[in-house]
């Protein structure tokens, strides 16, 4: 462990960051909000310090991180950016607690869309259009735009790229990690001009169109409304966001192949179909579960299912109805969707689905071989062999994720919160959704958790956002040893 | 450039990572997946599991896009069927090939340019056997390599304690500068591009460059006498014995070749006129003692087991072999064997990884060779016309300061330049480098390598 080099890569991170604080800088100025001033201090501090820790640390070198140093850059550099991150909310007055704005920015960067707001239209534009482009940042990872624009970090940047992204595989869509993450960013950003120009076109407000798109990609979930998507009412700007989501909801490896003319690959990627067929199966289960118990045409059913479901599933958050209100069945399918997400090398959160995948026909293996007990057996995906050390790997993650569900809704619930409530708050911002039950449900906000809930809420984002192992790592003794 | 390596194992990692570092696009296929794990945490590669015989790796490999293909597996036949493929797949690929097996190699013209189109096969062992060869035209030096048609000699040579060159500054070599510069110090593990104050130490390790003619005054500068080779003891009589054996069986040269197995010892004899054969163990003392190993002006070290290898020639030396050359395939030995008293390693694989990254890089690059420790080069650039370097003085042009000119060849004059010598288009130039040099003395030379 280089402390040297750890800390250069958080300043040029932050540098980054930074600048990435002019864009709301600029929205502040065109709509004369009121929060020019405290963006630009947030700007200078986020900025200037980065640099200002660039410089200080100049006789470092980067090139060969191994791969603790990249998981102590990435926790910590996710941990400073959201502190950073929370300074414009902080510095505006538009979120008066530390505690409050931390837990509005990590949301953000984790892309979970759990918002302590209760009067969100109230705040300036400024505030609101950063609060967007976090997610939009956290979608596809500050780490994984900075590997794309700094490429003498060579093989280092891998080691970042692998505790940034943790897929069960990892994909190298090009021969240099540098190209692999500006490829990924371009079909990132192509994805989402193309969502912001069908919004606009659809008469939503540019302002809204962005923003809004800035939380569907990276499947977020924060809105610049207090009623989300069912402040607009509109079939169209639905199906949009429904379409958008399940497309960030899907492994980017497969859109660049798409863009790259093969188009059938969505088809041909196993996870991709199960994907597709989990969710139509819940969709219709759902559709079929509130038409006529909530909602009295079949139409009506089926747009506010889809769009729940898919908001749910993708883990983005959006919300157009109050799925509260909705029988129990559908509100336990719901509930397992936090946990499912969408698929491995999406911007969504949860465990995934090539995880559950795999995990099934890891039991049913079990079930094969208590039939045959000299079998040898290799588990497929796609007639490709799965290696042993991907399934271990796999299914550490799994017992981990439930591990830290279960003691996280423990600790809730000590501080008082509802069964509900407690199991929701956890799922949600473990599987970086945003809104669960009870009181944190689609209604209603997190601000009435307790302090040290929230803290413990961020913390279950980031390891969700992280996928755990890059996180829980720091924690244990052994990482620390020389 | 694109590039797809088949097989990870020593060769086609290092060819890899050279390649990676110098900012080509590499895809490498391996067939076991630990292999491809360890690679992708070590170099930014793209590694992909599979089989380089099977035509969808390699178009999911990018073929269709890729400049060059080398097939450098362990086995022979994978790496001419991947070569078949990939002709199959895109005519215009350049294809490199490492051949080991010489019933193939004999027969290459087949796979050349009938069949295969190969641009270049590689077979390891007769690339080592050559470079055997040319270190026994200068007996005296641990490296031997040519340049411009062997016109231009770089030599290793070690000072010795009693050289009159140690203890002084490279800047006080005002009688030898004519003749002779030091392009590279190897002192232990570390590797130095010298400038003008760095002083000489025993048992340095020096690079220079130098005429061919000019060999001797620099042997004699060194205090080193000549003594030209009168006896040669090779150990081991497998195939590179064998091969290194019938090359100089046709010349004056007192060989004799030790080899364990009495089956293999009578091949031998049959098909070596003059040479010796000797059938005992090498690691025998005593044998050793009989055959007057003391007398012996270079011991060739050429068994199957390097190990076994390195404690011979040890033992040779204790015994007083003057000289010892030692075959050694594991890469990561190489830096060590010279802290232990071993004078000049051979290494199949080293010879592979050289003659390939030899010829992707060429061009206006003509020749490029890794020194031993792999952490410096020597190249050999053409000036182009257009390159912001002709027509200047020397010591006005920016050059890297890991980098060091140690030749100009300008037609059939041969330059050992100082800091008023001009640049002049089409000189050939041979440059001394540390590898992180290597790219901005490209963007120096304006030589694209995106020649092909």
């Known amino acids: ?482 | 450039m694109k590039i797809i390596i088949i097989g990870a194992g020593e060769v086609g990692f290092n060819i890899a990572q050279r390649l990676s570092e110098e900012n080509h696009d590499v895809v490498v296929i391996d067939k076991d997946q630990n292999k491809i794990n360890h690679l992708q945490t070590v170099i930014d590669v793209q590694a992909i599991v599979g089989s380089g015989t099977n035509p969808s790796i390699l178009q999911e490999a990018g073929i269709n896009e890729s400049d060059i293909i080398v097939a450098a597996t362990d086995s022979d036949e994978v790496n001419l069927i991947a070569c078949f493929y990939a002709q199959y797949l895109t005519e215009y690929i350049t294809k490199i090939a490492r051949v080991r097996n010489s019933g193939y190699t004999e027969h290459s013209d087949m796979f050349k340019t009938d069949f295969l189109n190969i641009d270049l096969i590689i077979n390891p062992q007769s690339e080592m056997v050559s470079s055997m060869l040319k270190l026994m035209e200068v007996p005296e030096a641990s490296e031997v390599l040519d340049f411009v048609n062997g016109k231009v000699k770089l030599i290793g040579v070690t000072v010795k304690e009693d050289s009159p060159l140690v203890g002084r500054k490279l800047s006080s070599f005002q009688d030898v500068e004519q003749v002779l510069l030091v392009g590279v110090i190897i002192r232990g593990e570390e590797v130095i591009i010298p400038s003008g104050q760095d002083v000489i130490q025993p048992n340095d390790l020096l690079y220079c460059v130098t005429r061919k003619e000019e060999i001797s005054t620099i042997f004699r500068l060194l205090n080193i006498r000549e003594a030209g080779l009168g006896r040669v003891v090779i150990v081991g009589g497998g195939t590179t014995g064998l091969a290194l054996a019938t090359s100089l069986d046709k010349t004056n040269i007192n060989t004799k070749i030790i080899e364990k197995d009495s089956q293999r010892c009578l091949e031998l004899a049959e098909k070596l006129e003059k040479v010796v054969v000797l059938n005992g163990d090498g690691t025998d003392r005593d044998f050793l003692v009989e055959e007057n190993i003391a007398d012996v002006d270079l011991m060739v070290v050429i068994t199957g087991d390097e190990e076994t290898n390195v404690l011979i020639s040890l033992l040779g030396k204790a015994l007083g072999a003057k000289k010892t050359v030692t075959r050694i395939g594991k890469l990561s030995y190489i830096p060590l064997v010279s802290t232990i008293g071993i004078d000049t390693v051979v290494s199949p694989r080293l010879s592979a990884i050289r003659a390939i990254l030899q010829y992707i890089r060429k061009g206006k690059v003509v020749c490029v060779a890794p020194l031993k420790s792999e952490a410096a080069e020597v190249i050999e650039f053409e000036a182009l016309e257009t390159s912001d370097i002709v027509n200047t003085p020397l010591s006005e042009v920016k050059f890297p300061r890991e980098a060091i000119v140690g030749a100009i060849v300008r037609g059939e004059e041969i330059i050992i330049p100082r800091g008023h010598n001009m640049i002049k288009p089409h000189d050939h130039l041979i440059i001394f480098a540390l590898k992180g040099a290597i790219p901005k003395l490209e963007k120096l030379f304006t030589v694209k390598l995106e020649y092909f």
């Open chain 1, 1 to 482: 462990m280089r402390l040297r080099q750890i800390l250069r890569l958080i300043g040029i991170l932050n540098f980054f960051l930074g600048l990435f604080m002019l864009a709301p800088l600029v929205v502040s100025l065109i709509y004369s909000d009121g929060s020019f001033l405290p963006i630009l201090y947030s700007f200078i501090i986020t900025s200037g310090g980065g640099l200002v820790l660039f410089v200080a640390t100049s006789t470092a070198d980067y090139t060969a991180l191994s791969q603790r140093e990249g998981m102590a850059i990435v926790t910590f550099g996710w941990l400073s950016a959201g502190f950073f991150g929370s300074l414009p909310f902080l510095f505006s007055g538009s979120i008066g607690s530390l505690t409050n704005s931390f837990f509005e920015s990590l949301s953000g960067f984790t892309t979970t869309g759990a918002s302590i707001l209760n009067n969100i239209e109230s705040l300036p534009q400024g505030v609101l259009f950063w609060r967007s482009l976090t997610q939009w940042l956290g979608g596809m990872g500050i780490i994984v735009f900075s590997i794309a624009i700094l490429p003498f970090l060579g093989v280092g940047g891998m080691q970042l790229y692998k505790a940034e992204i943790p897929s069960p595989v990892v994909d190298k869509l090009q021969p240099r990690i540098s190209e692999t993450a500006k490829t990924l960013w371009k079909v990132y950003l192509l994805i989402t001009v193309i969502e912001i120009g069908l919004l606009f076109i659809g008469g939503m407000p540019l302002f809204d169109s962005i923003c809004h798109t800035f939380c569907t990609m990276p499947t977020g979930g924060f809105s610049t409304h207090g009623s989300s998507i069912a402040y607009f009412d509109s079939a169209y700007f639905e199906g949009v966001i429904t379409v958008f989501m399940v497309l960030a909801g899907v492994n980017f490896a497969l859109h660049f192949k798409f863009l790259k003319g093969d188009f059938r690959v969505f088809g041909r990627d196993p996870e991709c179909r199960i994907f597709l067929l989990i969710l139509a199966a819940l969709i219709l289960l759902v559709t079929v579960n509130i038409y006529g118990t909530v909602y009295e045409s079949i139409a009506g059913a089926f747009r506010r299912a889809a769009f729940q479901v898919t908001s749910i599933i993708t883990t983005t958050g959006f919300v157009t109805s109050d799925y509260e209100r909705w029988p129990a069945s559908s509100q336990i399918i719901l509930f397992l969707c936090m946990f499912i997400g969408a698929m491995a090398g999406s911007t969504g959160g949860a465990i995934k689905i090539m995880r559950i995948v795999l995990l099934v026909k890891y039991g049913f293996r079990e079930i094969f071989r208590l039939v045959h007990p000299h079998a040898v057996r290799s588990i497929r995906l796609g007639g490709k062999p799965v290696p042993e050390e991907v399934l271990n790997s796999i299914s550490g993650f799994f017992i981990l994720y439930l591990g830290l569900y279960v003691l996280a809704v423990l600790i809730m619930s000590f501080l008082g919160l509802d069964v509900m409530t407690s199991l929701g708050s956890v799922a949600a911002t473990i599987g970086n959704v945003g809104p669960g039950f009870g009181l944190v449900g689609p209604a209603k906000n997190y601000v009435s958790v307790p302090d040290l809930g929230k803290w413990a809420l961020t913390l279950c984002m980031l390891l969700g956002r992280l996928e755990i192992y890059t996180v829980i790592i720091m924690l244990a003794p052994a990482y620390w040893r020389k």
